[in-house]
């Protein structure tokens, strides 16, 4: 059974910097992302990465503050966030994709992780 699991959330002020971890297990994905979903909103795209890190893909408005990259030696993968705003503030969730591209949309992702909490505070 493949799982993801999500550790890293916490609070933290705005100007800060957090790293999430995303560990699977029983199976591997070609690329992985990382969604996120405040309330009321609808899940979001973050990141995508494929491969071993030779493609990523951002949000815009993310771009320059959060780095995606992962470990396939470890089945991981990270996202370092830094400079964090207090509309950063979600649920995060990480995604895979048995698919090698780098998708945006939550339906094409094969399995997700139980989310870790972001809070921003101003």
């Known amino acids: 059974q493949v799982q993801l699991v999500e550790s890293g959330g916490g609070l933290v002020q705005a100007g800060g910097s957090l790293r999430l971890s995303c560990a699977a297990s029983?199976?591997?994905?070609?690329?992985m992302g990382w969604f996120r979903q405040a309330p009321g909103k609808e899940r979001e795209f973050v990141a995508v990465?494929?491969?071993?890190?030779?493609?990523?893909l951002y949000t815009d408005s993310v771009k320059g503050r959060f780095t995606i990259s992962r470990d396939n030696a470890k089945n991981t993968v990270y996202l370092q966030m830094n400079n964090l705003k207090p509309e950063d503030t979600a649920v995060y969730y990480c995604?895979?994709?048995?698919?090698?591209?780098?998708?945006?949309?939550?339906?094409?992702?094969?399995?997700w992780g139980q989310g870790t909490q972001v809070t921003v505070s101003s």
């Open positions: 995604a895979g994709r048995r698919d090698y591209g780098l998708a945006n949309t939550p339906r094409l992702y094969d399995n």
């Open positions: 029983g199976g591997t994905f070609s690329s």
């Open positions: 990465i494929r491969g071993s890190g030779e493609n990523t």
